[in-house]
Nanobody, 126 residues
Framework: QVQLVESGGGSVQAGGSLRLSCAAS????????MGWFRQAPGKEREFVAV????????NYADSVKGRFTIYRDSAKTTVYLQMNSLEPEDTAVYYC???????????????????WGQGTLVTVSS
């Protein structure tokens, strides 16, 4: 059973940085795409970033391009989301997700993902 455990959330002032981690276990991750989503209070869960485990190809939501970076450590089977220049609008619960066996375009929709973590809260104050 694949398990995803997020960590690294917390409170930060606008302009600050945080790094989220997603520790993955229970699977063979060579053919996985690993994504980050977020859900703000009263809003739908939205795509943030994705990385293809094999090759490291990435894609980002327009709202975070140039500020957030997704990367992986294959030895630790961990995916990270480095978040810089944080804004109050980035406040949300951040979820890690895994999509299995996809080819072609990197997945950006919730229904394309097979496994989810429990989420970690990020609060950005102005």
């Amino acid at each position: 059973q694949v398990q995803l455990v997020e960590s690294g959330g917390g409170s930060v002032q606008a302009g600050g940085s945080l790094r989220l981690s997603c520790a993955a276990s229970g699977g063979t991750f060579g053919n996985y795409d690993m994504g980050w989503f977020r859900q703000a209070p009263g809003k739908e869960r939205e795509f943030v970033a994705v990385i293809r485990w094999a090759g490291g190809t990435t894609n980002y939501a327009d709202s975070v391009k140039g500020r957030f970076t997704i990367y992986r450590d294959s030895a630790k089977t961990t995916v990270y989301l480095q978040m810089n220049s944080l804004e109050p609008e980035d406040t949300a619960v951040y979820y890690c997700a895994a999509a299995v066996g996809r080819i072609g375009v990197l997945p950006k929709h919730r229904y394309e993902y097979n496994y989810w973590g429990q989420g970690t809260l990020v609060t950005v104050s102005s």
